[in-house]
């Protein structure tokens, strides 16, 4: 089936540092990737929409010069979390759906746990 | 915008009995998808609804999708541990390409 890698899976950082994360559709192209938080026993928050080859689109309330995306390939998209503050610690989580398979849902990286210090 | 409510937060059932999760979304949904998370983990697929009325099962889970198409169940008959973790709906509006809105999730607990 298709999968999505996430990477890494846990990052401890300093206030004030960026931190990057990796999201990769390892069998087959996403032009769209999906972007998600999730905090403690809360549901799936979407963040942002990423697009290959054009500027994601973020929904309302989510800073775009905090949460930076970058989608260079149509098989990676990149969450960078910059200057992070310990309120950035969290749960996130990317998603991609392979298109041509015609009943399949999204497909979910396995997540990164960001604390920050 | 969108909405998509889920009940209810959470459910303790003793392992046999059975478990239900209703999502209701604000809007009429293209389709709807479930989701589940174990504890730890990351929401898996389960399965995508699409046409109005339907009913898809995998052994002892049931899915409806309301004839609106506003409304969605998952049900399991005699649960068992294993079942154990967030189940999330998702809806989808706008057509096939819209973004998929999560309802806040059910979390199951079995007592053995």
């Known amino acids: 089936g298709a999968v999505v890698s996430q990477h890494p899976s846990r990052v401890i950082c300093k206030s004030g540092t960026s931190v990057k994360i990796e999201c990769r559709s390892l069998?087959?192209?996403?032009?769209?990737m999906f972007w998600y938080r999730q905090f403690p026993k809360k549901s799936l928050m979407l963040m942002a929409t990423?697009?290959?080859?054009?500027?994601?689109?973020?929904e309302q309330g989510v800073e775009k010069d905090k949460f930076l995306i970058n989608h260079a390939s149509l098989t990676l998209s990149t969450l960078t979390v910059t200057s992070a503050h310990p309120e950035d610690s969290s749960f996130y989580i990317c998603?991609?759906?392979?298109?041509?398979?015609?009943?399949?849902?999204?497909?979910f990286g396995s997540g990164t746990r960001l604390t920050v210090v | 915008g969108q909405q998509v409510m889920q009940i209810p937060q959470y459910q303790h059932v003793q392992e046999g009995e059975d478990f239900t999760t209703y999502c209701n979304s604000s809007?009429?949904?293209?389709?709807i998808q479930w989701y589940k998370q174990r504890p730890g983990g990351h929401p898996v697929f389960l399965i995508q609804?699409?046409?109005?009325?339907e009913v898809k099962k995998q052994k002892r889970l049931t899915f409806q999708f309301g004839e609106a198409k506003k409304n969605s169940s998952l049900h399991i008959t005699a649960t068992q541990t294993t079942d154990v973790g967030t189940y999330f709906c998702?809806?989808?509006?706008?057509?096939?390409?819209?973004?998929?809105?999560f309802g806040k999730g059910t979390k199951l607990s079995v007592k053995p």
């Open positions: 609804l699409v046409k109005s009325g």
């Open positions: 809007t009429t949904l293209s389709n």
């Open positions: 990423s697009n290959e080859g054009s500027k994601a689109t973020y």
């Open positions: 998603s991609a759906r392979d298109w041509g398979r015609a009943n399949y849902g999204y497909t």
């Open positions: 069998d087959f192209q996403a032009t769209t």
């Open positions: 998702a809806g989808r509006d706008g057509g096939s390409q819209g973004n998929l809105i």
